[in-house]
T-cell receptor, first 115, second 111 residues
Framework: DSGVTQTPKHLITATGQRVTLRCSPRSGDLSVYWYQQSLDQGLQFLIHYYNGEERAKGNILERFSAQQFPDLHSELNLSSLELGDSALYFC??????????????FGPGTRLTVT | GQQVMQIPQYQHVQEGEDFTTYCNSSTTLSNIQWYKQRPGGHPVFLIQLVKSGEVKKQKRLTFQFGEAKKNSSLHITATQTTDVGTYFCAGPENRDDKIIFGKGTRLHILP
């Protein structure tokens, strides 16, 4: 158990819908990262928040948005869902602001299926 | 843009054989991290390499960082069924705020 929690574990929804994925980082970690993992694309970095502020954006679509709240939990919002958005979404946390200086602890993931 | 490539994509080995996965970056990396993801699981941090030419060992696992800091390798000696999974390398993209993961090497152990 990494100490990072993600809800829900599974999500099935229809095209055009909007969903929210939730992540709680490990106690004491200030950074939260979101990743998308699909079979053919590996782990794609989406976005990084540190202590409530956005630090970096990766390959995140405009239909996707995220935020980190004062209690440090984070939410990833996916809207106008398409079939291609079906994937495993991981949240990870680390103690520091630098993504490569600290090990990341990954949550169990949310499997999103868009039908 | 910057790329991190891993080879091979898949590897099947007999239990007890050695295994090596290679990671190559298109640019010099300040450091590199390795993660392991078991089937159905989430990535788990294994190690970070920072210095040019660095070699680190964890029991049967040996990690190397190239002299030019553009490549890295993970070698497993005498594989066991517990080694099954996908091994990812990851490096920072230009600035320190983004990270690029390789596509991983999936290791399958034949009994």
């Amino acid at each position: 158990d990494s100490g990072v929690t993600q809800t829900p574990k599974h999500l099935i929804t229809a095209t055009g819908q909007r969903v929210t994925l939730r992540c709680s980082p490990r106690s004491g970690d200030l950074s939260v990262y979101w990743y998308q993992q699909s079979l053919d694309q590996g782990l794609q970095f989406l976005i990084h928040y540190y202590n409530g502020e956005e630090r970096a954006k990766g390959n995140i679509l405009e239909r996707f948005s995220a935020q980190q709240f004062p209690d440090l939990h984070s939410e990833l919002n996916l809207s106008s869902l398409e079939l291609g958005d079906s994937a495993l979404y991981f949240c990870a946390s680390s103690v520091g602001a630098s993504v490569s200086s600290y090990e990341q602890y990954f949550g169990p993931g949310t499997r999103l299926t868009v039908t | 843009g910057q790329q991190v490539m891993q080879i091979p994509q898949y590897q099947h080995v007999q239990e007890g054989e050695d295994f090596t996965t290679y990671c190559n970056s298109s640019t010099t990396l300040s450091n590199i991290q390795w993660y392991k993801q078991r089937p159905g699981g989430h990535p788990v941090f294994l190690i970070q390499l920072v210095k040019s030419g660095e070699v680190k060992k964890q029991k049967r696992l040996t990690f190397q960082f190239g002299e030019a800091k553009k490549n890295s390798s993970l070698h497993i000696t005498a594989t066991q069924t517990t080694d099954v999974g996908t091994y990812f390398c990851a490096g920072p993209e230009n600035r320190d705020d983004k990270i690029i993961f390789g596509k991983g090497t999936r290791l399958h152990i034949l009994p």
